[in-house]
C-alpha cells in the first residue's frame, strides 16, 4: 500500500517527537510518564492527536465495551506505546487489531525502554485483506 506524502510526514514527525521525548527521558520509566510527555511533545509541534481515545468494541451489532487508543494522530495515524523489556508479538497484534476496528491503515508501535529509540519503533501497514 502507497501512502501519500502527507502520512509519510506526519509518520516521521510522530517518530521525530518520540526520539525527543526518549532523548530527554531515557528508558526505564512507566509507559504513562512517556505518554504525558509525548502529548506535551504533540502539543509544541502543533501536531493534532486524541489521547485515550475511547472507542467501542462490537461484534455482530453488539456492543461488547470499549477500548482505549493510547494516540489517534490526526485521525489516520494509530499510536500505540510501550515501555517494555521484551518486545511481544501480541503487541502487534494489539495494534492490527485497534487498526481494523478504527479503519486506520497506518499506524506505530513504540517501545520507549531501549537504549536507542530506533531499535522500539515499529510501523505498521494494515493490508487491505485484514
Same mark, same amino acid.
Given at each position: 500500500?502507497?501512502?501519500?506524502?502527507?502520512?509519510?510526514?506526519?509518520?516521521?514527525?510522530?517518530?521525530?517527537?518520540? *526520539?525527543?521525548?526518549?532523548?530527554?527521558? @531515557?528508558? &526505564? #520509566?512507566? $509507559?504513562?510518564?512517556?505518554?504525558?510527555?509525548?502529548?506535551? +511533545?504533540?502539543?509544541?509541534?502543533?501536531?493534532?492527536?486524541?489521547?485515550?481515545? *475511547?472507542?467501542?468494541?462490537?461484534?455482530? @451489532?453488539? &456492543? #461488547?465495551? $470499549?477500548?482505549?487508543?493510547?494516540?489517534?494522530?490526526?485521525? +489516520?495515524?494509530?499510536?500505540?506505546?510501550?515501555?517494555?523489556?521484551?518486545?511481544?508479538?501480541?503487541?502487534?497484534?494489539?495494534?492490527?487489531?485497534?487498526?481494523?476496528?478504527?479503519?486506520?491503515?497506518?499506524?506505530?508501535?513504540?517501545?520507549?525502554?531501549?537504549?536507542?529509540?530506533?531499535?522500539?519503533?515499529?510501523?505498521?501497514?494494515?493490508?487491505?485483506?485484514?
Amino acid at each position: 500500500m502507497d501512502f501519500t506524502t502527507e502520512e509519510n510526514q506526519l509518520t516521521g514527525q510522530v517518530i521525530a517527537a518520540a *526520539i525527543e521525548v526518549h532523548r530527554i527521558l @531515557g528508558p &526505564g #520509566l512507566l $509507559e504513562s510518564i512517556y505518554e504525558k510527555a509525548l502529548c506535551c +511533545e504533540f502539543s509544541l509541534r502543533n501536531i493534532s492527536f486524541e489521547n485515550q481515545k *475511547i472507542l467501542p468494541v462490537m461484534y455482530k @451489532g453488539e &456492543g #461488547l465495551g $470499549e477500548y482505549r487508543l493510547d494516540f489517534l494522530v490526526n485521525n +489516520e495515524l494509530v499510536v500505540e506505546l510501550k515501555a517494555v523489556d521484551r518486545f511481544d508479538p501480541v503487541f502487534e497484534a494489539q495494534i492490527l487489531t485497534y487498526m481494523k476496528i478504527t479503519q486506520v491503515q497506518l499506524g506505530l508501535l513504540i517501545n520507549f525502554n531501549v537504549p536507542l529509540l530506533k531499535n522500539g519503533i515499529k510501523r505498521m501497514v494494515l493490508s487491505q485483506k485484514e
